[in-house]
């Protein structure tokens, strides 16, 4: 079992940064493809950004020109680079370690971010 730990989120004004940060237990980090998902009170989950294990990234529209996804495979860590951030950024945000080709997934146990004024 993989474990997966979210930190970084907290209380921030419009126009703030936040850097969140996924920590998972997995020796073979480097392998998986790490997402950062997020939930809004009466909405579903959603994708926000995505990296594969070759570094390539994809983002959630909302989300481009203002939001970074980057890893470091030596500290086994996944961090979402949060800029310019507005209102609707509030939700829970959590961290997906997966490896499609094994049906494999992991799910931290979310970090809340608020942004309000």
């Known amino acids: 079992q993989v474990q997966v730990v979210e930190s970084g989120g907290g209380l921030v004004q419009p126009g703030d940064s936040l850097r969140l940060s996924c920590v998972t237990s997995s020796s073979i980090f480097s392998l998986y493809t790490m997402g950062w998902y997020r939930q809004a009170p009466g909405k579903q989950r959603e994708l926000v950004a995505r990296?594969?294990?070759?570094?390539?990234?994809t983002y959630e529209n909302s989300v481009k020109g203002r939001f970074t996804i980057s890893r470091d495979n030596a500290k086994n860590t996944v961090y979402l680079q949060m800029n310019s951030l507005i209102v609707e950024d509030t939700a829970i945000y959590y961290c997906?370690?997966?490896?499609?080709?094994?049906?494999?997934?992991?799910w931290g146990q979310g970090t809340q971010v608020t942004v309000s004024s």
């Open positions: 997906k370690a997966e490896r499609t080709f094994f049906q494999l997934e992991y």
């Open positions: 990296i594969t294990s070759g570094g390539t990234t």
